[in-house]
């Protein structure tokens, strides 16, 4: 939808002229445009003849909210607006659906380019203090967008600029310039723009859909796709080609949908992909994918482990053997891992040590000598540092990128490769170790939804991590995307995730709301575990940088809400593992809402989950301290971790 000063004066004249109980008239073929786009929105309809338009349902109570919001003196006068001001717009819809999924509340980022546009103000509550929130005419706006069903109708110049244009995202001034082609793709919803200055732009999950299908048609009259055509595309589909006339079956021929048996072609399976959007409006949830540069480095050595393993059997990547790897290498070749230990250290010390750290960097010669420095008494160096590979392989895990299996041979737990780590190491192959951030991969994921658009920050981040490149997402741009919505999914929380989580309600909070709730020194550490949490598909962080749980992730919060925060791993992928072996050899109650295991069946357990006994019992401690299991039964929490899994990876 898009509603500029043109847009809106013909709206008013189309009112002005119903009042008399006219049809409006275009005289001019330069006016005609903006109507054109108007009834592509399902705000105008045409009359009795091509240059009548008058209101639709949905038109007319756009006008009279418009003629209101003038009247109280919430915008002014179309007349008096900057030609290219948007008043509405695919940015204006996005924000304000950002703010009704943050509890009406728009946050800092929005609040200004919705007040400017009569959408937003400032509200008292008594007890609470002042908020920023969108009013009722926001809500009715949408409203309006969620039922106007625009049309749908490609001409063959307009295909050729679909065609031949970036799919996005990428900055709004790489937007190939053709008149009034961009205006006419944001009216059918084929295009949207980053919230809140519309710095980047891309196709839709629509928009994507029709230049696919019109890359394999052939334009073979001047209309190249309309409803026509899909609907006799559906005719075929339900009855064959007999239920065509003569003129559909050459339409659907000559346009390359069809052979002249009625067999779809790819063209035509394009074009049922499009008509399913369009008809149904059904978009895939927005996920991601997220990795760290210690995760990247485990999973090289996790490879090269497995190489010294050709040559003495003896030797597997148990979690003591990685960490051996990783001491090996002199600390040099970890200068990209410096950033990263020093928020492992300030997430475990509680204060700032950055400084400090760069000064050891150049002094130190292994990561042995580091650990050493920070954790001098005892032994207790090489168990923090354990503990951090161990959250890391746990991270690798949680994202299907490997997984810990029990080794028959030594009768230990070791780590493999899944398909998708080995589609990872590749990648890291290629282009090097760097972090890929779940906001990065949001930023191509994100395009996919019915006006999604990644905010600038996030686009920023996809072109320095090498996955948005000239107007398209890349070749690792795409695994990333891919991975975000092909990996099985397993909930994995570290101590400082968790004290994060603990923090965030169902909604109605930002990120910036969040900082304040640590030191100021640990802001960099809690974007992190934003990063991880929401690349486990546990929280979503909108374009207006609200924070919202998704509905995996309410009940993973819920299940840990007594779990005290001291815990190193509270939840990870062996133990769900082991939660879910549990539940497939207990008895389920459901009046107690409790699985019971008898005790004969603890070593099947044991032999589903996949783990050593060694592993199994450890995991198993850590479950009764943290209240997921008793003695013989997993407790409710346990369960809701479980349908959190199921809801994960839906």
């Given at each position: 939808?898009?509603i500029?000063?043109?847009h809106?004066?013909?709206?008013l004249n189309?009112?002005?002229?119903?009042?008399k109980?006219?049809?409006?008239?275009i005289?001019v073929?330069?006016?005609?445009e903006?109507?054109?786009?108007?009834?592509?929105?399902?705000?105008?309809?045409?009359?009795s003849?091509?240059?009548?338009?008058?209101l639709?349902?949905?038109?007319?109570?756009?006008?009279?909210?418009?003629e209101?919001m003038i009247?109280?003196g919430?915008?002014k006068h179309?007349?008096?607006w900057d030609e290219?001001?948007?008043?509405?717009?695919?940015?204006?819809?996005?924000?304000?659906?950002?703010?009704?999924?943050?509890?009406?509340l728009?946050?800092?980022?929005?609040?200004?380019a919705?007040k400017?546009r009569?959408?937003?103000?400032?509200?008292?509550?008594?007890?609470?203090?002042w908020?920023?929130?969108?009013?009722?005419?926001?809500?009715?706006?949408y409203?309006i967008?969620?039922n106007?069903?625009?049309?749908?109708?490609?001409?063959?110049?307009l295909?050729?600029?679909i065609?031949?244009?970036p799919?996005?995202?990428?900055?709004?001034?790489?937007?190939?310039?053709?008149?009034?082609?961009?205006?006419?793709?944001?009216?059918?919803?084929?295009?949207?723009?980053?919230?809140?200055?519309?710095?980047?732009?891309?196709?839709?999950g629509?928009?994507?859909?029709?230049?696919?299908?019109?890359?394999?048609?052939?334009?073979?009259y001047?209309?190249?796709?309309n409803?026509?055509?899909?609907?006799s595309?559906l005719?075929?589909?339900?009855?064959?080609?007999?239920?065509?006339?003569?003129?559909?079956?050459e339409?659907?021929?000559?346009?390359?949908?069809i052979?002249?048996?009625?067999?779809?072609?790819?063209?035509?399976?394009?074009?049922?992909?499009?008509?399913?959007?369009?008809s149904?409006k059904?978009?895939?949830?927005?996920k991601?994918?997220?990795?760290?540069t210690?995760?990247?480095?485990?999973?090289?050595?996790?490879?090269?482990?497995w190489?010294?393993h050709?040559?003495?059997?003896?030797?597997?990547p148990?979690?003591?053997?990685i960490?051996?790897?990783?001491?090996e290498?002199?600390?040099?070749?970890?200068?990209?891992?410096?950033e990263?230990?020093?928020?492992?250290?300030?997430?475990?010390?509680?204060y700032?040590?950055?400084?400090?750290?760069?000064?050891?960097?150049?002094?130190?010669?292994?990561i042995?000598e580091?650990?050493?420095?920070?954790w001098?008494?005892?032994?207790?160096?090489?168990?923090?540092?354990?503990?951090?590979?161990k959250e890391?392989?746990?991270?690798?895990?949680?994202f299907?990128?490997?997984?810990?299996?029990?080794?028959?041979?030594t009768?230990?737990t070791?780590?493999?490769?899944?398909?998708?780590?080995i589609?990872?190491?590749?990648?890291?192959?290629?282009?090097?170790?760097?972090?890929?951030?779940?906001?990065?991969?949001?930023a191509?994921s994100?395009?996919?939804?019915?006006?999604g658009?990644?905010n600038?920050?996030?686009?920023?981040?996809?072109v320095?991590?090498?996955?948005?490149g000239?107007?398209?997402?890349?070749?690792?741009?795409q695994?990333?995307?891919?991975l975000?919505?092909?990996?099985?999914r397993?909930?994995h929380l570290?101590?400082?995730?968790?004290?994060?989580?603990?923090?965030?309600?169902?909604y109605?909070?930002?990120?910036n709301?969040?900082?304040?709730?640590?030191?100021?020194?640990?802001?960099?550490?809690?974007?992190?575990?934003?990063?991880?949490?929401?690349?486990?598909?546990?929280l979503?962080?909108?374009?207006?940088?609200?924070?919202?749980l998704?509905?995996?992730?309410?009940?993973?919060?819920?299940?840990?809400s007594?779990?005290?925060?001291?815990?190193?791993?509270?939840?990870?992928?062996?133990?769900?593992?082991?939660?879910?072996a549990?539940k497939?050899?207990?008895?389920?109650?459901?009046?107690?809402r409790?699985?019971?295991?008898?005790?004969?069946?603890?070593?099947?357990?044991?032999?589903?989950?996949?783990?050593?006994?060694e592993?199994?019992?450890k995991?198993?401690?850590?479950?009764?301290?943290?209240?997921y299991?008793?003695?013989t039964?997993?407790?409710?929490?346990?369960?809701?971790?479980?349908?959190?899994?199921?809801?994960?990876?839906?």
């Amino acid at each position: 939808m898009i509603i500029r000063k043109e847009h809106a004066l013909a709206l008013l004249n189309a009112k002005s002229q119903e009042e008399k109980g006219l049809a409006c008239q275009i005289r001019v073929k330069a006016e005609e445009e903006p109507y054109v786009e108007l009834e592509l929105q399902n705000l105008l309809e045409q009359g009795s003849s091509p240059i009548e338009f008058t209101l639709t349902y949905w038109g007319r109570n756009l006008v009279y909210l418009m003629e209101e919001m003038i009247q109280k003196g919430l915008i002014k006068h179309p007349s008096e607006w900057d030609e290219r001001f948007r008043w509405i717009g695919s940015e204006v819809i996005a924000m304000i659906e950002a703010s009704i999924r943050s509890g009406d509340l728009t946050g800092e980022e929005i609040f200004d380019a919705l007040k400017e546009r009569g959408f937003a103000e400032e509200v008292h509550e008594e007890k609470k203090g002042w908020f920023k929130k969108i009013n009722d005419y926001a809500k009715a706006v949408y409203e309006i967008y969620q039922n106007a069903k625009p049309r749908l109708e490609i001409s063959k110049e307009l295909a050729s600029y679909i065609t031949g244009m970036p799919t996005g995202p990428a900055e709004t001034k790489m937007l190939p310039e053709h008149g009034r082609f961009p205006l006419l793709l944001e009216s059918m919803r084929l295009i949207s723009f980053s919230v809140p200055n519309s710095d980047v732009y891309t196709l839709s999950g629509l928009g994507q859909a029709v230049q696919k299908a019109l890359q394999t048609m052939a334009p073979a009259y001047e209309t190249v796709i309309n409803e026509d055509y899909m609907y006799s595309l559906l005719k075929v589909l339900d009855s064959g080609i007999e239920a065509l006339s003569e003129q559909e079956k050459e339409i659907l021929e000559s346009l390359a949908l069809i052979d002249d048996e009625g067999e779809l072609l790819p063209a035509g399976e394009a074009l049922l992909e499009v008509y399913k959007l369009w008809s149904e409006k059904i978009y895939r949830p927005v996920k991601t994918f997220n990795l760290e540069t210690l995760d990247e480095e485990l999973l090289i050595g996790i490879e090269k482990v497995w190489e010294k393993h050709k040559e003495n059997p003896e030797i597997v990547p148990t979690d003591e053997e990685i960490v051996h790897f990783l001491l090996e290498k002199p600390l040099k070749e970890y200068k990209h891992l410096k950033e990263y230990y020093g928020r492992m250290l300030n997430q475990a010390m509680g204060y700032q040590k950055k400084e400090e750290l760069n000064k050891k960097w150049s002094e130190l010669k292994n990561i042995e000598e580091l650990f050493k420095h920070f954790w001098e008494k005892g032994n207790e160096w090489y168990e923090k540092l354990f503990d951090t590979i161990k959250e890391s392989l746990y991270s690798l895990e949680a994202f299907n990128l490997i997984k810990a299996e029990l080794d028959e041979k030594t009768g230990k737990t070791v780590y493999k490769f899944t398909k998708h780590g080995i589609e990872v190491l590749k990648d890291i192959k290629e282009r090097g170790v760097r972090e890929i951030k779940s906001t990065a991969v949001k930023a191509i994921s994100i395009t996919k939804t019915q006006f999604g658009v990644p905010n600038y920050e996030w686009y920023e981040e996809a072109v320095n991590e090498h996955l948005v490149g000239g107007g398209y997402p890349t070749k690792a741009g795409q695994l990333y995307e891919n991975l975000a919505y092909n990996i099985y999914r397993l909930p994995h929380l570290t101590r400082f995730e968790l004290m994060v989580l603990h923090k965030i309600p169902e909604y109605g909070m930002f990120l910036n709301d969040l900082f304040k709730e640590f030191d100021e020194t640990l802001k960099e550490e809690v974007q992190y575990a934003v990063n991880k949490l929401e690349a486990r598909y546990i929280l979503d962080v909108l374009p207006n940088k609200a924070i919202v749980l998704t509905e995996a992730g309410k009940l993973i919060k819920k299940a840990l809400s007594g779990v005290p925060e001291g815990i190193a791993n509270p939840i990870n992928p062996v133990l769900v593992r082991i939660l879910q072996a549990i539940k497939e050899v207990g008895n389920l109650y459901v009046k107690e809402r409790k699985v019971r295991i008898l005790p004969k069946n603890w070593e099947e357990a044991i032999k589903k989950s996949g783990v050593d006994k060694e592993t199994f019992e450890k995991e198993i401690a850590v479950a009764r301290l943290a209240g997921y299991i008793g003695k013989t039964s997993l407790h409710e929490s346990a369960l809701e971790i479980l349908e959190a899994v199921e809801l994960m990876n839906q």
